[in-house]
């Protein structure tokens, strides 16, 4: 699945839009391709593709049709931001922030824009304020709001485009993009081509409007701050943000065999910023695209990629080829060279997607295309054990992985099993340690994970919502002893995540007057903060 900052990256990391009243939800910054919101089993954006006739004895059992596409499923789980102890809540409703201190559960409210919805975490720079930025989706600005060491809360304002739905920010914190996903509207008109964006300098406080191509779907900073990405038709938009002012430089134009321009679904960038891989539809190769407008060439696999990801510190490139059941993995810092390049098949296996760790050395291999129980997990670590690999019975149709920061564990959202009486399941996976995965079932399909970013706390979130049956709760995971924890919650849950460095689990739910759930993970205490919106608490 293409680099998720991508890259929730990839493991649903925190930092993210809360939304704590009954209002709508925004998406939070550009870690994913998918839009927000609950997950439905439906076909999700992004979705990645490809294979041949020449399918493994697994895949056959569809009666030799071809399998489907893969569907990247990982974007549609979204967690709240966070940032350090600080939670920030938007409610398009009231037209309010509201700030929480989770030490010390006290609230401060502040004016935004009016419809404030998609939010992003801003990078802490120097010791500097905590801060997020919020889109206010009805009066066309932003709204930026800081929290310094002394708890004094602060707002500016920047006017930007009509229609923004998405954020970008750069890893140092200085840039932050307002951009619009067409995926996230419903039915646009194709002359609506989503390409202005409204770039924030958030040192100098100034707004550079500019256009890109048509319906962009990525939005990637290089990591010196120096260049700006976005992938969008007909290729690559560069930008230059060196000078005094953002500048549209170049467009990388990526073509296929043929010379036509592909569709950059699948695209990861790496976070350097010097190369592109992209993955187009039914082809056998990998494009690899260098950022500095050289020449593109082509990696030549075994069979049609039917995905592509690249690990979040952008050390490792994989890429499956489903008809085959063979992992490639690249090394991305030597990828001219010949040996950059390690194959591995895994015989009598069906697989078709991959996730790899944000550190690269752990990757694990699925399919949500056919059904299978089964899931791969490869050591990507350099050494004698490169490459090592063991496949582990789930129990039942994986539907979405999700890799933990330090690559040692995994939960993957799966199929209800044929027979059973429950509404959704999901799998805690050790990658590391050869330990058989757990099978949980819940009485409520899930809606959202949230992983401890790093260690001392290794932890998940997994939080189930039946909107039919009023049944909702949040499934505290404990690792590496792999105990699970349920608790009950007392209205809808609306997204999820987990405070590593704090030790705390918290859970927004839709409430007229605002209300979350904070679990610390060390005693697996459970504290509804409620009533926030007229700026009260109540501590149940």
């Given at each position: 699945m293409a680099n998720d900052s991508r890259s929730l990256g990839r493991a649903a990391r925190v930092a993210w839009l809360v939304a704590f009243s009954s209002g709508a939800a925004g998406c939070g910054s550009d870690a994913s391709s998918a839009s927000p919101g609950a997950f439905d089993g439906s076909a999700a954006t992004g979705t990645i593709g490809g294979g041949n006739a020449a399918t493994t004895s697994a895949v056959s059992t569809t009666g030799g049709n071809?399998?489907?596409?893969?569907?990247?499923?990982?974007?549609?789980?979204?967690?709240?931001?966070?940032?350090?102890?600080?939670?920030?809540?938007?409610?398009?409703?009231?037209?309010?922030?509201?700030?929480?201190?989770?030490?010390?559960?006290?609230?401060?409210?502040?004016?935004?824009?009016?419809?404030?919805?998609?939010?992003?975490?801003?990078?802490?720079?120097?010791?500097?304020?905590?801060?997020?930025?919020?889109?206010?989706?009805?009066?066309?600005?932003?709204?930026?709001?800081?929290?310094?060491?002394?708890?004094?809360?602060?707002?500016?304002?920047f006017p930007i485009h009509a229609g923004a739905n998405r954020w970008a920010v750069s890893d140092a914190g200085r840039w932050a993009v307002a951009w619009s996903d067409a995926r996230q509207v419903e039915a646009p008109d194709p002359t609506d081509g989503f390409q202005d964006v409204s770039l924030i300098d958030l040192e100098a406080e100034r707004v550079t409007r500019s256009s890109v191509g048509y319906r962009p779907n990525q939005v990637v900073f290089g990591a010196d701050e120096r260049r700006m990405f976005v992938v969008a038709e007909p290729g690559i938009s560069v930008v230059d943000l060196s000078g005094d002012t953002p500048d549209a430089v170049d467009l990388i134009e990526v073509n296929s065999a043929a010379g036509e321009p592909v569709a950059l679904e699948?695209?990861?960038?790496?976070?350097?910023?010097?190369?592109?891989?992209?993955?187009?539809?039914?082809?056998?190769?990998?494009?690899?695209?260098?950022?500095?407008?050289?020449?593109?060439?082509?990696?030549?696999?075994?069979?049609?990629?039917?995905?592509?990801?690249?690990?979040?510190?952008?050390?490792?490139?994989?890429?499956?080829?489903?008809?085959?059941?063979?992992?490639?993995?690249?090394?991305?810092?030597?990828?001219?060279?010949?040996?950059?390049?390690?194959a591995l098949q895994v015989p009598d296996t069906s697989f078709g997607s991959v996730v790899v760790a944000p550190k690269a050395d752990v990757a694990v291999l699925f399919t949500n295309a056919v059904e299978t129980h089964e899931a791969t997990i490869v050591n990507l670590e350099d050494g004698a054990d490169f490459l090592s690999h063991r496949t582990v019975d789930l129990?039942?149709?994986?539907?979405?992985?999700?890799?933990?920061?330090?690559?040692?564990?995994?939960?993957?959202?799966?199929?209800?099993?044929?027979?059973?009486?429950?509404?959704?399941?999901?799998?805690?996976?050790?990658?590391?340690?050869?330990?058989?995965?757990?099978?949980?079932?819940?009485?409520?399909?899930?809606?959202?994970?949230?992983?401890?970013?790093?260690r001392p706390t290794a932890a998940a979130l997994v939080t189930t919502r039946d909107e039919t049956t009023g049944v909702f709760a949040t499934h505290v995971v404990s690792f590496p002893g792999l105990l699970v924890d349920t608790f009950a919650l007392a209205s809808p849950p609306l997204a999820t995540g987990v405070m590593g460095d704090a030790g705390l689990g918290y859970v927004a739910q839709a409430h007229p007057e605002g209300r979350v759930t904070f679990i610390e993970l060390a005693t697996l205490r459970a504290r509804t903060l409620t009533g926030f919106e007229l700026a009260t608490k109540v501590v149940e």
């Open positions: 071809e399998p489907p596409p893969e569907q990247e499923l990982e974007g549609s789980y979204q967690a709240p931001v966070a940032t350090g102890s600080i939670l920030w809540s938007a409610n398009p409703d009231s037209n309010r922030v509201a700030v929480i201190d989770t030490e010390s559960l006290t609230i401060q409210i502040a004016d935004a824009g009016f419809g404030p919805t998609t939010m992003a975490p801003i990078p802490r720079r120097d010791g500097g304020p905590s801060s997020a930025i919020v889109i206010n989706a009805l009066s066309h600005d932003a709204t930026l709001l800081s929290l310094d060491s002394e708890r004094e809360l602060t707002t500016a304002t699948d695209i990861a960038i790496t976070r350097d910023g010097s190369l592109a891989l992209v993955r187009e539809e039914g082809s056998s190769s990998v494009t690899v695209v260098p950022l500095d407008g050289d020449p593109a060439w082509a990696i030549e696999l075994t069979g049609p990629v039917t995905d592509l990801d690249l690990s979040a510190d952008g050390r490792r490139g994989v890429a499956v080829v489903r008809s085959t059941s063979e992992v490639f993995v690249f090394d991305m810092e030597r990828l001219e060279q010949a040996d950059a390049v390690h129990k039942a149709t994986v539907r979405a992985v999700f890799v933990a920061e330090d690559g040692a564990h995994a939960v993957a959202l799966l199929d209800v099993p044929e027979g059973s009486t429950k509404k959704g399941a999901f799998s805690l996976i050790p990658t590391k340690a050869e330990r058989a995965p757990k099978i949980v079932g819940t009485d409520a399909p899930a809606m959202a994970v949230g992983l401890a970013p790093t």
